[in-house]
């Protein structure tokens, strides 16, 4: 177990693979007779945190009973196609000014979430072969991805390798800042694309777009190159925010083309910025409909001859039966709270195998609520109290 210890007035803090924090309370810790790793491991007094965004954590094993479907920050997602996203942690390292869930530094979130490794890839077998079940010869897609960037998840090169063994392709959405060329070299042969955010080539405004002055777009671009090299395919996703970096978008499909993005799958994937309820909002920006999106994309592409619009075949994305649904919209349930929830005024609670997300209540861990289930999407649970 990597660790590192700090010893203050009040608490012991062991810092796990630079993003689990574990907090004990100074006096429990002189008192015990175990070893470090016995105490972070088993100390029932320990607090844990994580070590990048500093909010509350959630480390979910498969004995914690807690379901791995049903909620949109953590776990398996399945949109009823034969791409299957594994979201194994929240948090990110970056504090985008743009970020459609509030990430980094967040006003809104207050809680994160950590998968343990060997029951989540447990868990996407499970949802895998459901699939295969119901579609006849599909190519089934693990897609890592998460609210924040994967690569801090400390297990992230393993479960990369072993969702290699239970999928027949593995793709992850990353900022790059994380990766290096060694990590590039050691994921050939297991990790089929990397989707890459590089939303500007000019070091001020890519440090502005990301939100921290520590964003080192070199770093970014070095990697860039040693992906587009190697046997792993390379997708360049800048964001578009109209007013801060139109100028970019250009010279981003011309640095892709030079290195060669795109091997296999389509090299560019432009996304729209779009104003969440919960997410950042530039000042000053531009927003464009998707009609105006479209047809700049059009006349970037024709400029580079590259067709720049994404359709779900150009990734083999085919329907796929879903999930069976546990819960029908309009349901009354009575529940027992069971953990915090991401935002403010949420909490999670359990039934019939899957999360539920109780939006807008005061209640707390262990009271039992009365709730109306008012979404259930994608095997995505939201209710509300009654």
């Known amino acids: 177990m990597k660790y590192k210890k700090i010893i203050n007035d009040k608490e012991v803090i062991f810092i796990l ?19 470090d790793e016995e105490i972070i491991t088993f100390c029932p007094y320990k607090n844990i945190y994580n070590a990048i965004t500093k909010r509350r954590l959630y480390y979910i094993t498969e004995e914690s009973q807690i379901p791995l479907i049903g909620h949109t920050a953590f776990g398996i997602i399945d949109r009823g196609t ?28 207050v809680t994160d979430y950590m998968v343990d490794l ?30 924040g960037e994967p690569f801090i998840y400390p297990y992230i090169e393993k479960l ?35 989707n890459l955010s590089i939303n500007s080539m000019d070091e001020n405004m890519a440090k ?34 109209p007013g801060y970096n139109d100028e970019d978008i250009r010279k981003i499909v011309e640095f892709g083309k030079k290195i ?13 910025y779009v104003k969440y309820k919960f997410g950042r909002k530039p000042k000053n920006v531009r927003v464009m409909n998707f009609k105006a999106f479209y047809r700049k994309l059009y006349e970037i592409g024709e400029e580079y ?23 029908r919209v309009g349901e009354k349930l009575k529940l027992k709270i069971e953990m915090h929830g991401r935002l403010k005024n949420e909490m999670l609670a359990i039934a019939r195998d899957r999360i539920i997300q109780i939006t807008d209540t ?14 259930n999407k994608h095997n995505i649970y939201v209710a509300e109290e009654i």
């Open 362 to 375: 005061n209640k707390k861990v262990g009271d039992i609520v009365n709730v109306k289930i008012i979404r």
């Open 118 to 147: 060997e029951y989540l890839v447990n868990e996407f077998e499970k949802v895998a072969d459901f699939k295969r079940k119901h579609c006849k010869d599909v190519t089934i897609e693990a897609h890592i991805d998460g609210q």
């Open 260 to 272: 060669g993005a795109g091997k296999k799958w389509k090299g560019f994937g432009i996304q729209k």
């Open 160 to 194: 990369i390798k072993k969702l290699h063994d239970k999928a027949d392709i593995v793709s992850v959405q990353t900022n790059g800042t994380l990766l290096t060329k060694d990590m590039v070299r050691r994921l050939e042969g297991y990790l089929d694309r990397i």
């Open 17 to 35: 693979y630079n993003v689990i924090e574990v907090r004990i309370p100074k006096k429990i810790y002189n008192s015990l007779k175990q070893t």
């Open 305 to 327: 001859n590259e067709e720049l619009r994404l359709y779900p075949k150009d990734f083999g994305i085919i329907k796929c039966k879903s999930l069976p649904k546990k819960f």
């Open 82 to 109: 034969n791409l299957i996203q594994v979201r194994p942690c929240t948090g990110c390292n970056l504090n985008c000014i743009f970020c459609s869930v509030d990430e980094g530094k967040s006003k809104t979130r």
């Open 208 to 241: 502005l777009l990301a939100g921290v002055n520590t964003y080192d777009l070199k770093h970014v671009l070095d990697v860039a190159e040693e992906i587009a090299v190697s046997q792993i395919d390379l997708l360049l996703a800048p964001v578009w925010v």
